[in-house]
């Protein structure tokens, strides 16, 4: 029986290294699905993004319309009204109400298409910043499988140096 222990323990190292090998790349495989599943996530983030915007903006232009048409008929029915009561809707104070109602009308639309234009920055902006934060853990994915797999094989290298040396203590293989 003292022929089969250095054999044994040959073995047990052998095993011991490639089970630690499995583990690292094991745990390394991990990290990968991590680190894919987190750019792609960046890739999604970044057209969410994107798409949010445009229904942001199309949003704003949507009701700057609105409001365009329902400040052309309000204009409409001071014209009709100075009009009916025999007052010149285009001279004097009469021009100067119009010309506001329109100037009001005007700087309502600027206002809507510029918060819609802001809020559609600001979407933009953070789907960046998302995206930013998924890729960077993707990167740390990334190093985390390389050291998994890193010390797997440093894991094996100790099961081998290890082994080989109960070998060499015990004298088997006529070793010491």
Sequence with gaps: MAGAMPWLQLGGAVLGAVGSQQAGNAQSAVYAINSDMHERAAAIELKMGKYNAAVLRESA?????????????????????????????????????????????????????????????????????????????AQIADYQGSQASAAGDMGALGSLIGGA????????FGIG
């Design 61 to 137: 232009k949507e009701t700057a319309e609105d409001v365009r048409r329902k400040g052309e008929r309000d204009t409409a029915r001071t014209t009709v009204a100075f009009a009916a009561s025999g007052i010149e809707s285009f001279s004097g104070t009469a021009s100067d109400v119009v010309f506001d109602e329109t100037l009001k009308v005007q700087r309502n639309m600027a206002r809507i298409i510029m918060s819609g234009n802001a809020k559609a920055n600001m979407a933009e902006y953070n789907a960046s910043r998302l995206a930013w934060n998924h890729m960077a853990q």
């Design 165 to 172: 040396y109960d070998i060499a203590s015990t004298g088997g």
